[in-house]
């Protein structure tokens, strides 16, 4: 299954952008041997729009744009369901179980995500109660998406 990010924002040369490449990376070399792949990290600019309705909704568009015809849609919003790395690795390898060809992770923008990507997400997650900088919640989703290819690979990585 191949897997994407999609962020509203994009991640400026640093160390955050380092470390999130570096985790992308490690997925990108372990996850073909659990079939998940990395297919692509899409950024887009933010909206300019003068209202945070219509910013959400442009946003919006450009996403639904980017998915492939029958796309998994993982919205990351602080009022989704909170999941431990093994439930996230077991929804990533329960998507791929069934067949799905595409899965893509959404980060929106400061505004959020447009209420109408609610309807169409499989899923929406949180990776916690706080709110986290866009920068590190890339990392965040990078490390995870490592961590949950050696959980199901059953590579010792994460320890319990």
């Known amino acids: 299954m191949r897997v994407g990010l999609f962020a509203v924002g994009r991640l400026k040369s640093g160390p955050?952008?380092?470390?999130?490449?570096?985790?992308?990376?490690?997925?990108?070399?372990?996850?073909?041997?659990?079939?998940?792949?990395?297919?692509?990290?899409a950024e887009t600019a933010e909206?300019?729009?003068?209202n945070a309705e219509t910013r959400k909704r442009e946003e919006a568009a450009i996403l639904l744009k980017s998915l492939a015809e029958g796309s998994v849609?993982?919205?990351?919003d602080e009022r989704g369901k909170t999941l431990?790395?093994?439930?996230?690795?077991?929804?990533?390898g329960?998507?791929?179980d069934q067949g799905k060809r595409d899965l893509m992770i959404a980060i929106g923008g400061a505004d959020g995500l447009d209420p109408a990507l609610y309807d169409r997400a499989d899923a929406?997650?949180?990776?916690?109660?706080?709110?986290?900088?866009?920068q590190l919640v890339r990392t965040l989703i990078a490390e995870q998406l490592y961590r949950a290819v050696t959980i199901l690979s059953g590579h010792p990585y994460h320890r319990v």
């Open 16 to 41: 955050e952008k380092d470390l999130a490449a570096r985790y992308f990376d490690r997925f990108a070399k372990a996850g073909p041997a659990v079939g998940l792949e990395l297919a692509r990290i």
């Open 47 to 50: 909206s300019r729009a003068s």
């Open 73 to 76: 849609l993982i919205l990351l």
């Open 84 to 92: 431990d790395s093994e439930a996230f690795a077991n929804l990533l």
């Open 94 to 96: 329960s998507y791929r």
């Open 124 to 134: 929406t997650l949180c990776l916690g109660k706080m709110t986290w900088p866009h």
